[in-house]
């Protein structure tokens, strides 16, 4: 049990420790299976599955609680870097990765895939530009960077509220998908289950920081990432489509094009039918009118400079030994994502495919009434009115546009549509959950450590001392978790909109201020706070204007799309307002100098 | 040489190793998908993928992944050639 206070021993015993656990979890999986055959209840099942991982998180939190500084704030900076990828995927893929992303492709096909470029390329940025100088600056917090680079504390509010916009944006929706799966499984109302959730969220960061966080998410990790692979590969071998769905479903993006001329995918198309929609263009159809391909790509970069601005990821590679495995663990992070994001579009097209090929016994499409409420998903799905059969036309089959469907349950109903035992279900249920917890933990914990630290240590009260600034980071952490649930309990917005806008914001603010704070010596306290506030300003009047429709879009730059002008605004406006304002003194200019060197100490002090 | 014109080499070389993995990047993040519908008439050898689609779904996430792991290393050889690295 002492392990987790023996730091050497502790991260030496990291693969035996994570290898021990991988091994429980599928003993867990295989147990459950067993007793599903001895007649255990679905609700059962899927209530130990998500009760059971979630105490498993709530252990290792309570195990790796602290009273010191640099381990609440950093992890104590000895994080492995394949560790440290592990927790940073965790943290990457919300709620909204891994229910919606499938679905989501499998709605919108080629131009969907903004999202899985988007969400994967920021990471090449991060890498080259940020990562490995934020990691040698030694600093706590991405303001505390931004504070101490440009000096003053205008600059660092300025930081702490761009970055509490954009996270808190965030975790409202991550929230509110820990309250729809916890109330799912364990069988509550949407109200209590949020609140549960939140509970489980702050016994993994409030006693422990970012150590707490960061041996929880690297847990959860592991949780989700077979919760998404063994159904789809389950599902591909059971239906004959071949061992990896990754690499062999080539021959199934050219059948659907041709069984979408049979169904006329594309120009039979009706509106939303309740919140569900139908199958209305098709699936590999890029681009190929100009405002197409500049959504594509401004999608693309909004989803990739957002990444690199995003608070909580750019602090995991705070929590690397050196600044080499800050390098490492990005490589790392990213191919820990991939396996998820390659995945995921394989799944969408075998999903459509199995409901559009009517040689196939799960064809939907073409097939008479009676025959689709015959398939036992489709009937439990549409009690609960995520899939709705409306025979428009009154011909006695349902076509492509009679068929509407939550784009969740692609990922949600594949073991039921394949047929596979309720135990698979129960599992990605865990999985959701999993990541649903870690992207929360992350978030929260960004907004109260800036909050703690930049704002009231740094700001407020730089007396006070070490057991004080740790206990008003946990009071800051209860407080912002409780704002998330209440807001998250009104449920504002569809979860897409706010994870997209949470990327917009952080670029919009953060972006330039960061990467110019290391490669342009100039770069001045000046420029920077106005690169903020401008960014942040610009941006947000666009999305005001854009989302209620006071505006038309230019050249397609819609809502989703908004930090491409806010990041523009906050360029021009920083470099234009550095070159009119003195450069920064010799020792701002040494202390990039120094940053620029993996060489040597960390420019902060390690308890500062 | 001192280490001032040590230190001005490694940024030169940093700057240079930045530049090259960043025309990578926005070759496989934009211009890739940019022309994804004339991709889309070339065919995955082997996998019979439409060369658009794929690219979209796989193939650039490959490419950040594989530049990544590469980029480490390089950097990594930079730092130590310069005498900038960090002890091991």
Known sequence: ?608 | MNDTSQKAIHWQRTKNLMIVHLVIWFIFSFVVHWIAPSLNKVSVPIMNFPLGFYMAAQGSLIVFVVQLFAFAKQQDRIDRECGMAEAD
């Open chain 1, 1 to 608: 049990m002492s392990i987790f206070r023996m730091q050497g021993s502790f991260i030496d015993n990291l693969p035996k420790i994570y290898g021990f656990y991988t091994g429980g979890f599928v003993a867990f999986i295989l147990l459950m299976a067993l007793l599903e055959r001895a007649g255990l209840k679905e609700d059962t099942i899927g209530l130990l599955f998500v009760g059971f991982t979630v105490v498993i998180y709530a252990f290792i939190g309570w195990m790796s609680r602290t009273m010191q500084l640099d381990a609440y704030y950093v992890a104590g900076r000895q994080v492995p870097a394949v560790f440290n990828g592990m927790a940073t995927a965790a943290d990457w893929m919300s709620g909204a990765s891994f229910v919606a992303m499938a679905g989501g492709i499998y709605l919108g096909g080629h131009p969907y895939l903004a999202f899985v470029v988007g969400w994967t390329g920021g990471y090449v940025l991060v890498a080259v530009l940020m990562a490995p100088y934020l990691r040698k600056f030694g600093c706590y917090t991405v303001p505390d960077f931004i504070g101490t680079r440009y000096g003053g504390n205008l600059a660092r509010f300025c930081a702490v509220v761009v970055l509490v916009v954009a996270s808190f944006t965030y975790v409202t929706a991550q929230i509110n998908a820990t309250g729809t799966i916890a109330s799912r499984a364990l069988l509550i109302p949407f109200g209590v289950a949020i609140w549960i959730g939140l509970g489980a969220i702050l016994i993994c960061s409030m006693l422990g920081g970012m150590r707490a966080v960061t041996w929880t998410q690297v847990a959860q990790y592991i949780v989700l990432i077979v919760a998404y692979l063994v159904p789809v590969i389950w599902m591909s071998n059971k239906q004959g489509f071949g061992l990896i769905p990754q690499l062999v479903y080539g021959d199934a993006v050219h059948r659907i094009a041709e069984l979408e001329q049979l169904h006329q995918v594309g120009v039979l198309k009706s509106a939303a039918q309740s919140g569900l929609a139908s199958l209305n263009v098709k699936h590999n159809a890029p681009p190929d009118t100009f405002v197409g391909h500049v959504q594509f790509v401004t999608l693309v970069a909004c989803m990739m400079m957002g990444t690199a601005s995003l608070p909580h990821i750019l602090m995991r590679y705070f929590t690397t030994p050196s600044v080499r495995a800050a390098r490492n663990s990005v490589a790392w992070s990213l191919l820990f994502i991939f396996l998820l994001y390659f995945t995921a579009p394989a799944l969408a097209t075998f999903t459509k495919l199995q409901m559009l090929d009517p040689n196939l016994a799960t064809s939907i499409i073409g097939k008479s009434v009676a025959e689709v409420n015959a398939h036992v998903w489709v009937q439990k799905w549409a009690s609960v009115g995520a899939v709705k059969v409306l025979d428009l036309n009154n011909d006695g089959i349902i076509q492509v546009n009679e068929f509407f469907l939550n784009p969740d349950i692609v990922v949600l109903a594949t073991p039921e549509i394949a047929g596979l035992p309720y135990v698979i279900s129960g599992l990605v249920a865990a999985g959701g959950m999993a990541a649903a917890m870690s992207t929360a933990d992350g978030l929260l914990l960004a907004i109260a450590n800036a909050l703690s630290h930049d704002l009231y240590y740094k700001m407020i009260d730089p007396k006070a001392d070490v057991k004080r600034r740790l206990v008003v980071a946990r009071v800051l952490l209860i407080f912002i978790g409780a704002a998330g649930s209440a807001v998250a309990s009104l449920r504002l917005t569809g979860i897409l909109g706010a994870v997209a806008w949470a990327f917009d914001f952080a670029m919009s603010g953060l972006f330039f201020p960061l990467v110019l704070g290391v490669w342009w010596k100039r770069a001045n306290r000046a420029g920077a706070i106005a690169g903020m506030v401008v960014g942040l300003v610009v941006g947000t009047w666009y999305l005001y204007m854009v989302y209620n429709k006071l505006m038309a879009p230019w050249i397609g730059i819609d809502h989703l799309r908004f930090g491409i002008i806010g990041a523009g605004a906050s360029l021009i406006a920083m470099v234009v307002v550095t070159l009119m304002t003195p450069a920064p003194d010799k020792e701002t200019q040494d202390m990039v100098d120094e940053i620029r060197i993996p060489k040597g100490d960390t420019y902060l002090s390690s308890t500062h």
